[in-house]
């Protein structure tokens, strides 16, 4: 699949946008997996567990005890709270941007600096979820006035795991499926 394909959801994420020297060459694919910092790469897999896990306890969940699949669910949950706080202390303010779109090709926010087409950024996003960190590293691929002094940047990714982008891709669908209930349920209080 080619990366414009990937659809975007209109969603507020945190993002840390590091802006790099004009000259900047990005790493290599092996240089780059090793200058991923551990707790993105132990959140990334985590994330992936859990997607697996929760794929065999569906297939299994008639014929599981109910008060079992409840106390892994609570357990689940309480694991996803810590590795969320955890997360959170990787959040650099300096860098904090908030996002208008994302997915799993490239993202949108509003910065209050220009930044020029085709120069490289660092970027981490911070997932809810499912709960994890993504770092990567992108280049600005549009950058327009906004209005009021603010400018769309929308930054397309030109080093991420593949892992990663699944991770991006079911943020994406959690969140478009949460838009879609939440649709459903307008249209049904409506009639």
Do not use: W
Not at 6 to 31: K, Q, R
Not at 165 to 177: K, V
């Amino acid at each position: 699949m080619n990366q414009d394909e990937y659809f975007s959801v209109h969603a507020g994420l945190t993002i840390n946008v590091e802006p790099l020297p004009e000259h900047f060459e990005l790493p290599d694919d092996p240089t780059f997996i090793r200058e991923i910092p551990p707790l993105f790469r132990v959140a990334s897999e985590c994330s992936e567990l859990e997607h697996n896990a929760e794929k065999a306890l569906q297939q299994e969940s008639k014929s599981m005890n109910r008060t079992l699949l409840d106390y892994l669910a609570a357990q689940n949950h309480k694991m996803n709270l810590l590795l969320s706080f955890v997360l959170a202390q990787q959040d650099d303010p300096a860098f904090r941007q908030i996002t208008q779109t994302f997915g799993a090709s490239q993202l949108t926010y509003l910065s209050q600096q220009p930044m020029t087409a085709g120069s490289q950024v660092r970027l981490k996003l911070f997932l809810e979820n499912p709960p994890a960190a993504v770092y990567c590293y992108a280049s600005v691929q549009n950058c327009q006035p906004a209005g009021d002094d603010t400018f769309e940047v929308t930054l397309h990714y030109s080093r991420l795991q593949e892992e990663d982008r699944d991770l991006l891709i079911r943020a994406a669908l959690h969140i478009q499926q949460k838009l879609l209930r939440q649709r459903a349920m307008q249209r049904n209080d409506n009639q």
